[in-house]
């Protein structure tokens, strides 16, 4: 019997089948402003919300992590961390937005209706290097924010539901899969502008921390530079990573570790498991290198 490939599961799945019978979903009015927002951001565990103009009652794009990074920096090298929480009591996400598109800086604004396949989701994902696709309703007057798909949801649908994936047995070495050449890397006396320059010039998620040994010890992500928000927070932003770290939750999902030559079936039934936004990839306590979730789930869609 000839086994179906995961694209082709894919194809016959639907985003809105994917969706679970009850959820949370965090929406922010474009009017909001910037700072109540990122609290909002913060007290919901998410890094980023779609948008809601109500006048023109349709989608307007995403607020993530990246609108909060961006706006950091401008300030560092403009003015200062100070002026820049000081502005966000009054900035509105409409108005970052529009100085972010005369900047150059601003996303584009890309959604995908909710029947449409977890195919073409992840296409969309993969070939435009995103993290999550807001699905849109646009078929009456008013449009209409149904829930957000990412990467992460995909791959754990694919864990929960096909239990023989063709590259199941299959190393990631055998794969080539994982990015192990020009690592951005960092240790624990880093200053953090260093690192939000990494995020923003090198367009990544995370840097790796390493000890005086070059030895693995922690993890640096976009989602860290909320604690930024925290009342009582350090507003320098030449710290050290071990000073901007000591403030996160203990809800922070862990740290997920492998080696080259871990098999794909391992690797899906840590996502079936557990919540995961990338692997490490060790050897003897080493970073050899970053398996991403795109990493994954284009290999996936290609088996």
């Not at 989701?121 to 309703?137: E, G, K, M, Q, T």
């Not at 367009?203 to 640096?220: M, N, R, T, W």
């Amino acid at each position: 019997m000839t086994s179906i490939s995961v694209s082709d599961r894919l194809r016959e799945t639907t985003c809105y089948s994917m969706l679970p019978v009850s959820s949370k979903l965090v929406v922010f009015e474009t009017r909001m402003k910037v700072r109540h927002a990122l609290t909002a951001l913060v007290q919901h565990g998410v890094q980023s919300a779609p948008l809601w103009d109500a006048v023109t009652q349709q989608f307007a794009g995403m607020f993530t992590v990246t609108d909060f990074i961006n706006l950091l920096l401008h300030y560092y090298y403009q003015s200062s961390l100070e002026a820049a929480m000081l502005d966000m009591e009054n900035l509105s996400i409409k108005n970052l937005k529009s100085l972010q598109f005369k900047s150059g800086v601003g996303a584009p604004i890309v959604s995908l209706h909710p029947m449409k396949s977890l195919f073409e989701a992840s296409r969309i994902l993969v070939d435009n290097r995103l993290y999550r696709l807001p699905l849109v309703d646009d078929s009456q007057n008013a449009e209409v924010i149904v829930s957000v798909v990412t990467e992460f949801k995909i791959l754990r649908h694919i864990a929960e539901n096909y239990q023989d994936i063709p590259v199941a047995r299959k190393t990631l070495r055998e794969l080539g899969l994982g990015t192990y050449t020009n690592l951005k890397t960092a240790t624990a006396d880093t200053p953090l502008i260093t690192v939000l320059n990494m995020f923003v010039k090198d367009k990544i998620s995370a840097v790796p921390i390493q000890d005086e040994k070059g030895l693995f010890i922690d993890i640096y992500e976009k989602y860290d530079v909320l604690l930024l928000t925290k009342e009582g927070s350090s507003t320098d932003l030449s710290i050290p990573l071990s000073q901007a770290l000591a403030g996160r939750s203990t809800e922070f999902a862990g740290i997920h570790t492998c080696a080259v030559d871990e098999t794909m079936g391992n690797i899906m039934d840590t996502i079936r498991r557990m919540t995961v936004h990338r692997f490490i990839v060790l050897e003897d306590d080493v970073c050899k290198g970053i398996l991403s979730l795109s990493d994954i789930l284009r290999c996936l869609l290609k088996s």
